[in-house]
């Protein structure tokens, strides 16, 4: 049990163009959803929080405008990277807590995004 | 605030030799303390977690850890590596008090490799 998808894995997109990318659980319900980014052989960088039915936490330093995140449902949240350019290429991993979960997030496989 | 740090970008040890991967924390709270392992281009997986009650927590794979609070540490061990383990491992700490938004900062990683 517990299971994350997204979806795309991987995703190869023009400069200028908008990914969208998907975060599901499979097997609960999550009332909140992480969203990570993960530079090359680095560290994962918390980019916001998602929280079904309000709007994201973003940390700081992180684009609003830029990154977009919509939790509709307890079992989806989409990260959309509006005009992609090619530093946005990394690996963007999401996390969902169980709604009656004890903390612990369950992570996602990731989505590695190429902007040319 | 929290934050992680682990001792050692790069560990190589023998096949069947000890792991012993090293992580400390700073927390003004209470805190709750996770490893989590990487395979390439894959999302992260729970080796085990320290939350309240026992100090040495066992998690899978044959790894344990070994919550200090007076040394603030929470290192990780196996006593015989497998070629298996050849990953990279995170540290991650959260704010327990902080139950529903569990946001975990995670250290920079450890690529652990297996000599044969």
């Known amino acids: 049990g517990a299971v994350v998808s997204q979806h795309p894995s991987w995703v190869i997109c023009k400069s200028g163009t908008s990914v969208k990318i998907e975060c599901r659980s499979l097997?609960?319900?999550?009332?909140?959803m992480f969203w990570y980014r993960q530079f090359p052989k680095q560290s994962l960088m918390l980019m916001a929080t998602?929280?079904?039915?309000?709007?994201?936490?973003?940390e700081q330093g992180v684009e609003k405008d830029k990154f977009l995140i919509n939790h509709a449902s307890l079992t989806l949240s989409t990260l959309t990277v509006t005009s992609a350019h090619p530093e946005d290429s990394s690996f963007y991993i999401c996390?969902?807590?169980?709604?009656?979960?004890?903390?612990?997030?369950?992570f996602g496989p990731g989505t590695r995004l190429t902007v040319l | 605030a929290q934050s992680v740090t682990q001792l050692g970008s790069h560990v190589s040890v023998s096949e069947g030799a000890l792991v012993l991967l090293r992580c400390n924390y700073s927390?003004?709270?209470?805190?709750?303390l996770f490893w989590y392992v990487q395979y390439p281009n894959q999302g992260l997986q729970l080796l085990l977690k320290?939350?309240?009650?026992?100090?040495l927590v066992k998690g899978i794979n044959g790894f344990e850890a070994e919550f200090k609070k007076s040394e603030t540490s929470f290192h990780l061990t196996k006593p015989s590596a497998h070629m298996s383990d050849a990953a990279e491992y995170f540290c991650?700490?959260?704010?327990?008090?902080?139950?529903?938004?569990?946001?975990?900062?995670f250290g920079t990683g450890t690529r652990l490799t297996i000599i044969p």
């Open positions: 996390s969902a807590i169980n709604s009656a979960g004890i903390y612990e997030q369950f």
């Open positions: 097997d609960f319900q999550a009332t909140t």
């Open positions: 998602s929280n079904e039915g309000s709007k994201a936490t973003y």
């Open positions: 927390s003004s709270v209470p805190p709750y």
């Open positions: 320290y939350t309240t009650g026992a100090t």
């Open positions: 991650a700490v959260s704010d327990a008090s902080n139950f529903g938004n569990e946001k975990l900062t």
